[in-house]
């Protein structure tokens, strides 16, 4: 029997609900419900968990120990077959299409679902038990039974509604997510459709894209109806996600679902289609869509024009235009706005006013004072600042006031080109104007001055905005030092900002990294350290790319014991220090020859667990090898494949390279047999040959020639044309004509110039014949011509 006697014993009450859920239309194959026993004794039903959402083996299903709704991952079977509809890739069709056929046959379809509406879900996100569900929800880090407990009572006396408010008041999306599959599994309840309509608005917002599709699935197993919006939805979060395939594929699913589709879900396919460069499929739909008789609107052409724009076809976006006219759609100003967008950036200033003309004329659309700060803020963008000036004033002519905002982004075009006297110019207009400029205006000069390399400029600059009564930020007093910092005058920089207190003004991780960089460069290694240590104490934390810059001034300078303590500190300061930042000073330790401290460094990382990666592996590789420490480095070698590491290019030449100039050639052998076992190098036993040249072991060379000649490529052929000259600068021809030879017998051409020098220093040697041999080989394969022969 699956339940104890003790379990019967509870009443009929459970009985009837028991059997009532097992009869239920909603209620699905399921693992048998598990009776389990709570911290006060009383008996609780565990959730019904579908063998789909957690796999079959016991260890897949969630710990008790856990807060319910964290566990997250549902390991779906990679069988099913909505999986592999979406996943899929296939070559481009018009198979997706196909969900357009059912607009016909379910055209009086009914989508009367429930939906929340946005006032009622801001009221219920007051009431007092949604409040008081999200302050459990928050405390998941500390579950325990008695808040699951808890969190359950109250689940059952939630309204769909107030479920939906619950969802969308998480701050985090998984959040939200983890609490509707932990709710979905509880006893006596399931989830209304308003529900999971919401569950998958949320996460189209959101690049969760399997969360999206495994709330869809959800629905179908709990007998829910699915409407194009939830595949809409679905669409958005693949969309973005950057799976546009997978966005298109879920047509295919509402194909197989009898879902008709309505013009949102056409809008979001053309819109994931334009997205993913496929205008010519975006056409191609519009037209099945217009066959089956579902009309575009505005929206849908809007993105068709967006689409041709980021083609560069701005002739077939007007030519749209007028078509969505003789069509009955009216364009709106997002139409005109996105073509004249792409005009902004190309500077098409002649096509700019024709559209310009044209939205106001043929579809009375007045240019308003939006539309001119649209292409003021469009032309300056991309630095076309006269431009931006042009329409600022022809704007003001037609009685149009042009905010600071604006002032603001035609002054820093002109500050981006070095253009600053135009910028001052501006600037002094708008106070004459009486538009007076704030601190982005004022900071967008000053790093205009800065820029120009007129640090003096800047300072005069910055304290002309207090005598305006426009206080510099953090953002001012960082442009200036980045100036003063990029014309050698670090050390200015670096009191002006101890000043800052002074000055009432605060430096940022920013202020502190332009700084230190500023030191680094002008060669101040310790203060520059200094600085890294001082912001650490403020709570900014450099980023190991600016660790590292700072190591390697430190290691060039000859310095790897310094650079070895400034990592150390770096460490005990907690900022982020990574395994390249190792790297860099058990590179500086081998460049000083210092093995031994840089092996120790080695061992270091794993204490601090930093785990080596191959770079590591090969600077370490190539230090012992240029010190003929080779058994070494094979033990480092066999080490980094132990780890599971993937030898790089560079490991492969640097194994190469170590072992040929020792002469270890046996030992490079075995060792590229193990290193090519875990990953095939292609050019490995050509590069061997070429160093065994440049080495002179030509002997060795030529044996292991058969290696390369088994696939017969362009490489092999440059492989063996430098084993040729190599025997030629030798004056050993006979050998260079036996490897044209064995290129011949393996269908390759050598160089006909090459095989030239060989046959006339064998004639020279007196070989005459296989000199007249060599040449009459091409001429057999049609490459010379007879008289070449003589």
Same mark, same amino acid.
Not at 32 to 37: F, S
Not at 305 to 327: F, N, P, Q, S, W
């Given at each position: 029997?699956?339940?104890?006697?003790?379990?019967?014993? /509870?009443?009929?009450?459970?009985?009837?609900?028991?059997?009532?859920?097992? @009869?239920?239309?909603?209620?699905?194959?399921?693992?048998?419900?598990?009776?389990?026993?709570?911290?006060?004794?009383?008996?609780?039903?565990?959730?019904?968990?579908?063998?789909?959402?957690?796999?079959?083996?016991?260890?897949?299903?969630?710990?008790?120990?856990?807060?319910?709704?964290?566990?997250?991952?549902?390991?779906?079977?990679?069988?099913?077959?909505?999986?592999?509809?979406?996943?899929?890739?296939?070559?481009?069709?018009?198979?997706?299409?196909?969900?357009?056929?059912?607009?016909?046959?379910?055209?009086?379809?009914?989508?009367?679902?429930?939906?929340?509406?946005?006032?009622?879900?801001?009221?219920?996100?007051?009431?007092?038990?949604?409040?008081?569900?999200?302050?459990?929800?928050?405390?998941? !880090?500390?579950?325990?039974?008695?808040?699951?407990?808890?969190? /359950?009572?109250?689940?059952?006396?939630?309204?769909?509604?107030?479920?939906?408010?619950?969802?969308?008041?998480?701050?985090?999306?998984?959040?939200?997510?983890?609490?509707?599959?932990?709710?979905?599994?509880?006893?006596?309840?399931?989830?209304?459709?308003?529900?999971?309509?919401?569950?998958?608005?949320?996460?189209?917002?959101?690049?969760?894209? =399997?969360?999206?599709?495994?709330?869809? /699935?959800?629905?179908?197993?709990?007998?829910?109806?699915?409407?194009?919006?939830?595949?809409?939805?679905?669409?958005?979060?693949?969309?973005?996600?950057?799976?546009?395939?997978?966005?298109?594929?879920? $047509?295919?699913?509402?194909?197989?679902?009898?879902?008709?589709?309505?013009?949102?879900?056409?809008?979001?396919?053309?819109?994931?289609?334009?997205?993913?460069?496929?205008?010519?499929?975006?056409?191609?739909?519009?037209?099945?869509?217009?066959?089956?008789?579902?009309?575009?609107?505005?929206?849908?052409? @809007?993105?068709?024009?967006?689409?041709?724009?980021?083609?560069?076809?701005?002739?077939?976006?007007?030519?749209?235009?007028?078509?969505?006219?003789?069509?009955?759609?009216?364009? &709106?100003?997002?139409?005109?706005?996105?073509?004249?967008?792409?005009?902004?950036?190309?500077?098409?200033?002649?096509?700019?006013?024709?559209?310009?003309?044209?939205?106001?004329?043929?579809?009375?659309? $007045?240019?308003?004072?939006?539309?001119?700060?649209?292409?003021?803020?469009?032309?300056?963008?991309?630095?076309?600042?006269?431009?931006?000036?042009?329409?600022?004033?022809?704007?003001?002519?037609?009685?149009?006031?042009?905010?600071?905002?604006?002032?603001?982004?035609?002054? !820093?075009?002109?500050?981006?080109?070095?253009?600053?006297?135009?910028?001052?110019?501006?600037?002094?207009?708008?106070?004459? #104007?009486?538009?007076?400029?704030?601190?982005?205006?004022?900071?967008?000069?000053?790093?205009?001055?800065?820029?120009?390399?007129?640090?003096? =400029?800047?300072?005069?600059?910055?304290?002309?905005?207090?005598?305006?009564?426009? #206080?510099?930020?953090?953002?001012?007093?960082?442009?200036?030092? @980045?100036? $003063?910092?990029?014309?050698?005058?670090?050390?200015?920089?670096?009191?002006?900002?101890?000043?800052?207190?002074?000055?009432?003004?605060?430096?940022?991780?920013?202020?502190?990294?332009?700084?230190?960089?500023?030191?680094?460069?002008?060669?101040?290694?310790?203060?520059?350290?200094?600085?890294?240590?001082?912001?650490?104490?403020?709570?900014?934390?450099?980023?190991?790319?600016?660790?590292?810059?700072?190591?390697?001034?430190?290691?060039?300078?000859?310095?790897?014991?310094?650079?070895?303590?400034? $990592?150390?500190?770096?460490?005990?300061?907690?900022?982020?220090?990574?395994?390249?930042?190792?790297?860099?000073?058990?590179?500086?330790?081998?460049?000083?020859?210092?093995?031994?401290?840089?092996?120790?460094?080695?061992?270091?990382?794993?204490?601090? @667990?930093?785990?080596?990666?191959?770079?590591?592996?090969?600077?370490?590789?190539?230090?012992?090898?240029?010190? &003929?420490?080779?058994?070494?480095?094979?033990?480092?070698?066999?080490?980094?494949?132990?780890?599971?590491?993937?030898?790089?290019?560079?490991?492969?030449?640097?194994?190469?390279?170590?072992?040929?100039?020792?002469? #270890?050639?046996?030992?490079?052998?075995?060792?590229?047999?193990?290193?090519?076992? /875990?990953?095939?190098?292609?050019?490995?036993?050509?590069?061997?040959?070429?160093?065994?040249?440049?080495?002179?072991?030509?002997?060795?060379?030529?044996? !292991?020639?058969?290696?390369?000649?088994?696939?017969?490529?362009?490489?092999?052929?440059?492989?063996?044309?430098?084993?040729?000259?190599?025997?030629? %600068?030798?004056?050993?021809?006979?050998?260079?004509?036996?490897?044209?030879?064995?290129?011949?017998?393996?269908?390759?051409?050598?160089?006909?110039?090459?095989?030239?020098?060989?046959?006339?220093?064998?004639?020279?040697?007196?070989?005459?014949?296989?000199?007249?041999?060599?040449?009459?080989?091409?001429?057999?394969?049609?490459?010379?011509?007879? %008289?070449?022969?003589?």
């Amino acid at each position: 029997m699956l339940f104890s006697n003790r379990f019967w014993s /509870r009443g009929l009450c459970y009985r009837r609900r028991f059997h009532s859920f097992l @009869n239920s239309k909603q209620s699905l194959q399921s693992t048998p419900t598990q009776i389990v026993r709570t911290s006060n004794s009383s008996l609780h039903f565990s959730s019904f968990v579908d063998k789909d959402d957690f796999g079959d083996h016991p260890s897949q299903q969630p710990s008790q120990s856990l807060p319910p709704f964290d566990q997250t991952s549902i390991t779906q079977s990679d069988t099913e077959s909505e999986d592999e509809a979406l996943e899929e890739e296939e070559e481009d069709s018009e198979d997706d299409f196909g969900v357009l056929d059912l607009f016909n046959l379910n055209k009086t379809q009914q989508n009367s679902a429930n939906k929340v509406v946005g006032g009622d879900e801001i009221d219920e996100l007051r009431h007092p038990l949604v409040r008081e569900v999200c302050r459990l929800i928050s405390l998941k !880090h500390s579950w325990n039974p008695n808040l699951e407990g808890q969190l /359950r009572h109250f689940l059952r006396s939630l309204k769909p509604k107030q479920v939906c408010a619950v969802l969308r008041a998480q701050t985090d999306e998984r959040d939200a997510l983890s609490f509707f599959y932990w709710a979905d599994r509880q006893w006596r309840y399931r989830h209304a459709p308003e529900v999971y309509d919401k569950m998958l608005e949320i996460l189209s917002r959101t690049k969760l894209c =399997q969360g999206s599709k495994r709330v869809l /699935r959800l629905m179908a197993r709990r007998g829910v109806e699915r409407r194009p919006e939830a595949f809409g939805y679905v669409m958005a979060s693949y969309s973005r996600a950057g799976k546009l395939r997978s966005a298109m594929r879920v $047509l295919n699913l509402m194909q197989k679902a009898g879902c008709a589709p309505d013009l949102s879900i056409c809008n979001t396919a053309i819109h994931v289609l334009v997205m993913a460069n496929r205008l010519e499929k975006a056409l191609r739909f519009l037209e099945r869509m217009r066959r089956v008789g579902i009309a575009p609107d505005v929206i849908t052409y @809007n993105c068709l024009i967006k689409g041709y724009c980021e083609v560069h076809r701005v002739v077939d976006a007007l030519e749209l235009i007028d078509t969505m006219r003789h069509g009955g759609c009216y364009p &709106d100003k997002i139409s005109y706005y996105t073509i004249m967008g792409f005009l902004c950036k190309e500077k098409r200033i002649k096509e700019l006013r024709e559209v310009l003309e044209k939205m106001e004329g043929e579809a009375k659309l $007045l240019a308003d004072q939006v539309t001119y700060k649209t292409i003021i803020h469009g032309l300056s963008k991309h630095g076309h600042g006269d431009d931006a000036l042009l329409f600022l004033r022809e704007s003001e002519e037609k009685g149009f006031r042009v905010d600071k905002v604006g002032y603001s982004a035609v002054v !820093h075009s002109f500050c981006k080109v070095g253009n600053l006297d135009k910028a001052k110019e501006l600037v002094n207009e708008m106070f004459s #104007k009486g538009c007076i400029p704030d601190v982005v205006t004022y900071t967008t000069i000053v790093d205009g001055f800065c820029r120009a390399k007129k640090v003096d =400029q800047a300072k005069k600059m910055l304290q002309s905005m207090y005598k305006h009564g426009c #206080k510099p930020n953090t953002v001012s007093y960082t442009a200036l030092l @980045n100036g $003063l910092c990029r014309s050698g005058n670090s050390l200015e920089a670096r009191e002006m900002m101890n000043m800052s207190e002074e000055e009432w003004w605060t430096p940022n991780g920013i202020t502190y990294s332009v700084i230190m960089h500023g030191l680094r460069r002008q060669g101040k290694l310790s203060e520059a350290c200094d600085v890294v240590q001082e912001m650490a104490k403020k709570g900014f934390f450099p980023t190991p790319a600016e660790i590292n810059l700072l190591i390697q001034s430190i290691c060039r300078a000859g310095k790897a014991s310094d650079a070895k303590k400034f $990592l150390e500190k770096c460490l005990s300061i907690g900022c982020p220090v990574n395994a390249i930042n190792f790297t860099t000073v058990i590179h500086g330790f081998c460049r000083e020859g210092d093995i031994s401290t840089a092996l120790s460094l080695l061992d270091d990382m794993y204490l601090s @667990n930093r785990q080596p990666d191959v770079v590591t592996y090969t600077t370490m590789i190539d230090a012992l090898g240029r010190r &003929d420490r080779l058994e070494e480095a094979t033990e480092l070698v066999n080490k980094m494949l132990g780890k599971g590491l993937i030898p790089t290019p560079v490991t492969y030449r640097t194994v190469i390279h170590r072992y040929c100039e020792k002469g #270890k050639l046996e030992d490079l052998l075995k060792l590229l047999e193990k290193m090519l076992g /875990r990953k095939e190098f292609r050019t490995a036993y050509n590069l061997v040959i070429e160093k065994l040249c440049a080495f002179h072991n030509l002997d060795e060379a030529y044996k !292991h020639l058969g290696k390369v000649l088994r696939t017969a490529s362009k490489i092999d052929a440059d492989t063996c044309h430098v084993l040729m000259e190599s025997y030629l %600068k030798k004056g050993i021809a006979m050998s260079a004509y036996k490897v044209a030879c064995r290129m011949f017998n393996r269908n390759l051409i050598p160089d006909t110039k090459l095989c030239e020098k060989v046959s006339e220093r064998l004639r020279l040697d007196g070989k005459s014949m296989e000199g007249e041999a060599l040449m009459t080989k091409f001429v057999e394969r049609g490459l010379l011509c007879p %008289k070449l022969k003589q």
